[in-house]
């Protein structure tokens, strides 16, 4: 199974995105995940660049950093672009996950015993990728 895949849009933004940016050549979109959010795990996203033991994935000019503590989370996951007006952004899809929020910024991963989300009142959307 791939790490990730980037749809043409995503990789397209992207690469506008990361020459907008005063990064360094190795910097890229990271992505990982932490507990939180309403459906237990919540995506976390940011320009930066990679950290020991961190998976790259460079499509043209556009490069998706895994953090290596999220890998088995994100593993197999598309990352695409949404331009709507009410909803743009990077967003993604995971086909780990047995269920997501109404604002797909967080997630209950398969492996996880159902039902182990968020139970301390966090609203939806708290943390997120946006």
Do not use: H
């Not at 989370?73 to 949404?82: A, E, M």
């Amino acid at each position: 199974m791939a790490i990730i895949e980037l749809t043409e849009k995503a990789t397209l933004e992207l690469a506008t995105l990361l020459k907008g940016k005063t990064a360094s050549p190795a910097a890229g979109l990271r992505l990982g995940v932490t507990k939180g959010g309403c459906a237990g795990w919540q995506y976390e996203m940011k320009v930066a660049e990679p950290s020991e033991g961190d998976e790259v994935v460079e499509a043209g000019e556009a490069r998706v950093i895994i953090a290596a503590d999220s890998l088995d989370k994100l593993r197999g996951c598309q990352v695409d672009f949404s331009d709507d007006l009410t909803d743009a952004g990077f967003k993604i899809l995971n086909p780990r996950a047995r269920r997501s929020c109404g604002c797909g910024t967080s997630f209950e991963s398969e492996d996880e015993p159902e039902g182990s989300g968020a139970e301390d009142g966090e609203v939806c959307g708290e943390g997120g990728a946006k």
